[in-house]
Each structure stands twice: as structure tokens, then as C-alpha cells.
């Protein structure tokens, strides 16, 4: 099977999303780094459906969203807590959500800068137990 055509082109790119979604992430776990590519900006046309896509595996890909939320790309970690844990479609993981706590309480003044520690605080709130 060829994964690569399962990534987006381009940013402009939505075309790959009807293949995309005939796969289970066990199947093409190998190339989910290239697929969070096409999240780094919110205002991408793939970003939505790669997003639609990539929330029901949240916990499938914590692995790979440590990377990008322990990263210096503070955009991309915006964007990443935005799709894949505030709005994420099965409840995120504890040790995902601990990794909120730290952006949400202990954020870097660049985490501050582009309000990643905010949308964690959203995150927190959404999933608190009741």
C-alpha cells in the first residue's frame, strides 16, 4: 500500500481526505507525523479534515503530539491542543491531560505569546471531572 498518498499535497490539499478515511490508524500509524503536518495552521484548508480525521485517534497518537507539544513550534502546539484535545472526539488521556496542566500553569512566555496555555485551560475545563 502506498501511505504517501494519503498526506496532503499541499496545504491547499483536501482531496486525500475520502482515501484517508478508509483506513484505521493502526494501518498507517507509520506516516501519522507527516499527517499532523497538515495541522500546524488552523486556517489551512486540510487542517479541518486532517483534524476530523486525526480526533477520533487522539489517544492512538499521544506519542506524536508530545513531540509537537513539547516543541518549540508554538502554532502548531495551539493548534494541536485546539483539534486533538479540546475538541477531540473520545476523552483524551490522563497523562495527555497532564501534559495540559503543565501548558495551561506553567507555559512559556512564548506559550503565552500565542495563547496555547488558554486553549489548554479550555481543555482542562471541558474535560474536568464533575
Known amino acids: 500500500m502506498d501511505l ?5 499535497k499541499d496545504k491547499t490539499d483536501r ?5 484517508l478515511s478508509r483506513y484505521d490508524i493502526s494501518e498507517i500509524k507509520e506516516i ?4 499532523l503536518c497538515s495541522i500546524q495552521d488552523g486556517n489551512w484548508p486540510c487542517a479541518g479534515p486532517m483534524a476530523d480525521y ?20 508554538d502554532t502548531w ?11 477531540s472526539k473520545v476523552v483524551p488521556s490522563k497523562k495527555l491531560m497532564v501534559e495540559m496542566e503543565r501548558l495551561a500553569y ?11 496555555n488558554e486553549i489548554a485551560l479550555e481543555a482542562i475545563a471541558k474535560y474536568k471531572p464533575r
Open 32 to 35: 501519522v507525523p507527516k499527517l
Open 77 to 87: 502546539k495551539y493548534w494541536a491542543v485546539f483539534f486533538l484535545v479540546l475538541n
Open 54 to 73: 486525526l480526533s477520533k485517534y487522539t489517544n492512538e497518537i499521544e506519542e506524536e503530539l508530545f513531540v509537537i507539544i513539547r516543541g518549540k513550534d
Open 4 to 8: 504517501e498518498k494519503l498526506i496532503p
Open 106 to 116: 506553567a507555559p512559556t512566555k512564548s506559550e503565552e505569546l500565542e495563547e496555547v
Open 15 to 19: 482531496e486525500f481526505i475520502e482515501e
